[in-house]
């Protein structure tokens, strides 16, 4: 992890963001106190599309129980 100052982050924040999307991690810090942590955004999940889950709950199978049931029952067993 690396640690810079305010001031030297405001001079080389284009070398700092290519590092950050390298995968390192910076921290910036005003008067010796961290203030900032800047690390690789994460690109947020695409939505689930609501037809396509209802397409895939319709092709499983219907185990005649409660899901619960189910999972206590194969917990159990001692197989599992």
Do not use: C
């Not at 924040?13 to 390192?24: F, I, M, R, W």
């Not at 185990?63 to 067993?77: I, P």
Request: no cysteine; net charge neutral.
């Amino acid at each position: 992890m690396l640690t810079v100052n305010l001031a030297h982050a405001k001079a080389h924040l284009s070398e700092l963001l290519d590092k950050v999307e390298a995968g390192e991690e910076v921290v910036i810090t005003r008067h010796g106190k961290p203030v900032a942590h800047m690390r690789h955004a994460v690109p947020p999940k695409k939505p689930l599309d609501v037809e396509e889950l209802a397409a895939f709950r319709a092709r499983m199978p219907n185990w005649g129980t409660e899901s619960a049931t189910l999972l206590r029952q194969m917990r159990d067993d001692e197989r599992y």
